[in-house]
């Protein structure tokens, strides 16, 4: 059974800096690509960042470019998202999520599963 465990969550001012952590565990992710996602109050949940697990490749919602870095740890199947110069509006719950394959990796839609995700606050 797959699990995908997010954690790192936590208050931070503005300008600061954050690590969450997603620890996937239950099958083989080698063909599979991570996301992040993130969902505010009265929102849609939208794309942030995504990376495939075996090549490296990666991407980002233009919002977070240059700021958010994806990773992951083949050894530990751990991908993280590293959120520097945060702003009052990356506030949301963030959620780790895994795909087969990459095609589309922007979509909630082509997503298999889910993590339970962890709140992230940026006060101004």
């Known amino acids: 059974q797959v699990q995908l465990v997010e954690s790192g969550g936590a208050l931070v001012q503005a300008g600061g800096s954050l690590r969450l952590s997603c620890a996937a565990s239950g099958r083989t992710f080698s063909s599979y690509t991570m996301g992040w996602f993130r969902q505010a109050p009265g929102k849609e949940r939208e794309f942030v960042a995504a990376?495939?697990?075996?090549?490296?490749?990666?991407y980002y919602a233009p919002s977070v470019k240059g700021r958010f870095t994806i990773s992951r740890d083949i050894a530990k199947n751990t991908v993280y998202l590293q959120m520097n110069s945060l702003k009052p509006e990356d506030t949301a719950v963030y959620y780790c999520?895994?795909?087969?394959?990459?095609?589309?990796?922007?979509?909630?839609?082509?997503?298999?599963?889910w993590g339970q995700g962890t709140q992230v606050t940026v006060s101004s």
């Open positions: 990376i495939n697990w075996s090549a490296g490749s990666t």
């Open positions: 999520a895994a795909r087969y394959g990459v095609g589309t990796v922007t979509l909630t839609g082509r997503y298999d599963y």
